[in-house]
């Protein structure tokens, strides 16, 4: 369970990053037309990535308290990113109606947008079943 947790997470991070990557290269940073907030896009990448660090030090180290501590931090991440998917899906459904500028977000391919939610639904079930001791 705790390597299929790990596997989990870094496929939602690769979807992240390929976001991100366009979010910021889109001009989200500095865009007036985007939905998405530099702190919530950032925050969220940060509790993730922090999150991702402590499941690593688990799976070398051992520690249930690690476990708990990186399910923990993946709640905010989930609130965070379900926040964010609310915003993109109004934009998302507008884009073929509108001919104005495009908000950095809306140029996320959606493959990616749907692939990283379900890995990352995925990441909470199995790191939730792992700090329960589930599979070990």
Same mark, same amino acid.
């Given at each position: 369970?705790?390597?299929?947790?790990?596997?989990?997470?870094?496929?939602?991070?690769?979807?992240?990053?390929?976001?991100?990557?366009?979010?910021?290269?889109?001009?989200?940073?500095?865009?007036?037309?985007?939905?998405?907030?530099?702190?919530?896009?950032?925050?969220?990448?940060?509790?993730?990535?922090?999150?991702?660090?402590?499941?690593?030090?688990?799976?070398?180290? /051992?520690?249930?308290? *690690?476990?708990?501590? %990186?399910? @923990?931090? =993946? #709640?905010?991440? +989930?609130? $965070? !990113?379900?926040?964010?998917?609310?915003?993109?899906?109004?934009?998302?459904?507008?884009?073929?109606?509108?001919?104005?500028?495009?908000?950095?977000?809306?140029?996320?391919?959606?493959?990616?947008? /749907?692939?990283?939610? *379900?890995?990352?639904? %995925?990441? @909470?079930? =199995? #790191?939730?079943? +792992?700090? $329960? !001791?589930?599979?070990?």
């Amino acid at each position: 369970m705790d390597i299929a947790a790990l596997i989990a997470w870094l496929v939602t991070a690769v979807g992240g990053f390929v976001m991100l990557g366009t979010w910021i290269a889109k001009g989200g940073t500095r865009s007036r037309t985007g939905r998405f907030a530099p702190g919530l896009v950032f925050g969220h990448f940060a509790l993730a990535a922090a999150g991702l660090v402590l499941w690593i030090v688990y799976l070398l180290a /051992g520690g249930t308290a *690690l476990a708990w501590i %990186a399910f @923990v931090l =993946l #709640v905010p991440v +989930a609130l $965070l !990113g379900f926040t964010m998917l609310a915003r993109w899906l109004p934009g998302y459904r507008a884009r073929g109606a509108s001919s104005g500028e495009r908000a950095p977000e809306q140029h996320f391919p959606v493959a990616v947008v /749907g692939a990283h939610g *379900l890995f990352a639904v %995925a990441t @909470v079930v =199995l #790191v939730l079943l +792992a700090a $329960l !001791g589930v599979g070990s």
